[in-house]
């Protein structure tokens, strides 16, 4: 089975367009995606997160606000 595709929050708030990483990060969680682990960034040694690049992409595609508009009656 390969092995899954993680993101980065720099990957995942391109892909949204978010504006920044923390914006990215706020969306993610308002969407309900969450880091799946966590890796030590190679310059700083901190815990960077980890995002199934699945999760990120289907969060996007069905984000609040998409879909027909239910105020126009016919």
Known sequence: MAEPEL???DQAAEHIGAASTGSARK???RWGV???GYQRHPESGRPAARYLADDVRAAHANRPG??????LQQ
């Open 7 to 9: 993101w980065t929050i």
């Open 27 to 29: 969306t993610l969680s």
């Open 34 to 36: 969450t880091a799946v």
């Open 66 to 71: 998409r879909g027909a508009r239910t105020d």
